[in-house]
């Protein structure tokens, strides 16, 4: 497989650049761009590229593969002054919880009540709580991963029951469209799935949606995380 730039040249003007798309997005939506986080998601770039965004200002990263994120996490945990917010936000097998559970802050792809049992008894009791969203299946593609909006509500239920997990709220990944129209439609939804349970009485604070082709809608709709690669980072040689 061959290897990715090791490090993106400017990264400085990549990320301002992502920052000065969600501040005008926020000013647009009449939002305080401090309620929307920005996740940057390294997955397929090296540690050297990490650590380039880091030391531009960035101190929350994504990954998605669980044996390049933990590598990537221990390569880095040097830097614990200002330390790094590493987030998991790809699929996520039963065999693999235990190092997601033991190396990661938040997991933002949860679909099955088995793989929240499982980081719930592997969460090291040391450690603060792990921070996990539910993913949603919103444009209802029979080949992605997440529940159906109609599971959510017991799940979300079942999840924050659960000791040494925080439920944070609730993640997607529509299936790409162009425009922002189109784009907003399936933001919406996740929005008001989110409004429902919080109104059924779970204490939830995050919407995890939108990601670099789509941000701006996400924002329009609510989104307060959003999951930025490419435009960080640059293209990935590899898909995902
Ligand atoms: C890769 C990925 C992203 C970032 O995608 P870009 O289009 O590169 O911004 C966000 N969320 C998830 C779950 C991803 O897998």
């Known amino acids: 497989m061959p290897r ?42 090296p540690a050297e590229a990490v650590r380039a ?11 998605n593969y669980v044996q390049e994120g933990v590598d990537k996490i221990a390569s880095l945990a040097f830097l614990a002054d200002a330390a790094i917010e590493w987030h998991f ?12 559970a033991e ?8 679909d099955r009540l088995k793989i929240a049992e499982r980081l719930s008894e592997q969460r090291p009791p040391g450690m603060p709580p792990l921070n996990v969203c539910i993913q949603v299946n919103v444009s209802g593609e029979a080949s992605k991963s997440g529940v159906t909006p109609a599971e959510a ?22 299936e790409p469209v162009a425009g922002v129209d189109a784009q907003r439609a399936p933001h919406r939804a996740l929005r008001f799935l989110f409004e429902r349970l919080k109104a059924a009485g ?24 959003v999951r930025v690669g490419t435009a960080i980072f640059g293209e990935r040689e590899r898909p995902l």
């Open 4 to 45: 990715p730039d090791s490090v993106p040249p400017d990264v400085q003007a990549r990320l301002d650049g992502a920052r000065a798309r969600i501040a005008s997005a926020c000013a647009k939506a009449g939002r305080d761009p401090a309620g929307v986080r920005l996740v940057a998601v390294s997955k397929t770039f």
């Open 53 to 63: 965004v880091h030391a531009a200002g960035q101190r929350v990263f994504g990954e």
């Open 89 to 100: 936000i790809g699929p996520l097998q039963s065999n693999k919880t235990r190092q997601v």
């Open 103 to 110: 190396h990661f802050a938040w997991v933002h792809g949860i």
């Open 153 to 174: 509500a017991a799940l979300a239920q079942a999840i924050a029951a659960l000791p040494r997990l925080k439920l944070r709220g609730l993640m997607s990944i529509p």
């Open 202 to 225: 779970l204490d939830l604070d995050t919407l995890s949606m939108g990601m670099s082709a789509d941000l701006e809608a996400a924002i329009a709709e609510g989104a307060t995380l």
